[in-house]
């Protein structure tokens, strides 16, 4: 039972240095008080294709890595109970 935490403290860490590296690497999208009064059009070929850019699959790769984040947590909380 040892290995297997320090294994997922090992897989914890290298998870969390990740969403550090990959949140740093965003651009921050603030449009402000503005852009939610205006608004943007979302049918043109950027808001369509979104996915495909840089910042959409940093988006992607963040929401994933957040997730296993999250399930290591509890990995981890119910490893050291036992």
């Known amino acids: 039972m040892q290995i297997v935490k320090y294994v997922l403290i090992a897989l914890y860490i290298l998870n969390c240095l990740a969403v550090i590296i990959i949140t740093m690497m965003q ?26 850019t840089r910042e959409g699959k940093l988006k ?3 929401i994933i890595l957040g997730v296993i984040f999250i399930i290591l947590t509890i990995a981890l909380g119910i490893v050291f109970v036992i």
Request: hydrophobic share 15%.
């Open 27 to 52: 651009n921050k999208d603030d449009s402000g008080a503005s852009g939610t009064i205006v608004g943007s059009s979302t049918n043109n070929f950027y808001e369509k294709n979104k996915g495909r």
């Open 60 to 62: 992607k790769w963040t």
